[in-house]
């Protein structure tokens, strides 16, 4: 039987630099440094570029040991949560990778005050130059992987895939390799969690922001860009940092308009959103940001309310079995623009009160790099669930 990639790969990556991810720490960088495990872009290899220290590598790689001990780092999450799983991408690194690794996660009051740049002097680091401030040395850190042997960073075996089951919200992560060689990227697949304590009443947020607890919970297509990433900070960086599908295959050969003179492009792609609290949308961004030859040619916007259970269901599904009560429209259709932010606010929005889901259509394909869904938290009175739904 094959086992397909698991499940916890659609959730967020809470480590990568570009939600705020870093490298606090490292006992050794000699070839290449620690900072790169968190790099967004896929890993490369350049046959021919070498570097003082030797071959340059994408990922952290350090000295083959010759003193005792193993290397290790301390990574800060850009986005404090929940996580579900790893995956240690071994890409590239074959007569070098690291043949074991284990996983500590903390989760620390204030940064630990460090000051320490990679390693790069002959003398490896000690465990006393990391002041942990929270009085618990990182070695003894909660294991969420215990030692496992890794797979060498051959195209068919470089993911190692590692689930967690933890409850507990984790700000920092301590990442061991055994006994040194390297690793090309650490991804944190997770849901940020916020603390709405501080959320003043009537206080406008993006209850879909990554930052915020949004998560990506079914799309009907990722061929080039997973819907995540339209949750991430600030504005894309390019079209690989949206969300883009491949072009439908069932629109016709040639397109045509209907007796109004109206576009007649069938189908549509989907992606459904769990916002990281219930809340009442009031305000919607719909960034078509570097989509230029590829916008979608129009948007919808629908909502509901799921519970955890109801939420389950849906994703079993693949989201064919709709929620119990039906998807409200928010937003109907509206005509997109290229490289353009479109901005909705509630003349334009119809009155749904508080909910926990939503659905972006695109027709018929195409991309967008940004949603972004300003509202109120949900309250007793708002008829929301208080509570956000956890499970995926
Ligand atoms: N060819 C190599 O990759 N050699 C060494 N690594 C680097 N990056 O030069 C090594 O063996 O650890």
Known sequence: MTSGPPDFLQFNNLACESVGGKVLFATDEWFAPAGNLLKREPPEFLASAFTEFGKWMDGWETRRKRIPGHDWCI????????????????????????????????????????AL????????????????VSKVKSERWEFLVPINELKPGHASSCH?????????????????MYPDGGIARLRVYGVGQRDWSSIRLRELVDLVALTNGGVCVGYSNAHFGHPRNMIGLGRAANMGDGWETARRLDR???????????????????AVFRL???????????????????????????????????????????????????WRILLPPQKLKPHNRHFYST????????????????????GVSRLRLWGQLATASSGGHLKPASKL
């Open 75 to 114: 990574i800060q999450l850009g986005v404090p949560g929940t996580i579900h799983g790893f995956d240690v991408d071994t890409s590239f690194f074959t007569g070098n990778y690291a043949p074991a690794a284990s996983i500590q996660a903390a989760c620390l009051d204030e940064t630990p005050a460090l």
């Open 117 to 132: 740049e990679g390693d790069r002097t002959g003398m490896a680091a000690s465990e006393e130059q990391f002041e942990d």
């Open 160 to 176: 190692n895939y590692f689930p967690v089951t933890l409850s507990r919200r984790v700000t920092h992560l301590r990442l061991n």
């Open 252 to 270: 016709p050969w040639v397109l045509e308009t209907d007796s109004q003179g109206i576009l007649q492009v069938p189908g549509f792609e989907w």
């Open 276 to 326: 990281g609290h219930p809340g009442v949308i009031s305000q919607i961004e719909i960034d078509t940001n570097h989509f230029k030859g590829n916008f979608p040619d129009s948007c919808k916007v629908e909502v509901c309310s799921l519970t955890a259970e109801e939420e389950e269901q849906c994703c079993m599904s693949r989201w064919s079995s709709g929620p119990a009560g039906g």
């Open 347 to 366: 003349d334009a929005l119809w009155n749904c009160g508080a909910v926990s889901h939503v659905r972006l259509f695109i027709a018929p394909d195409g």
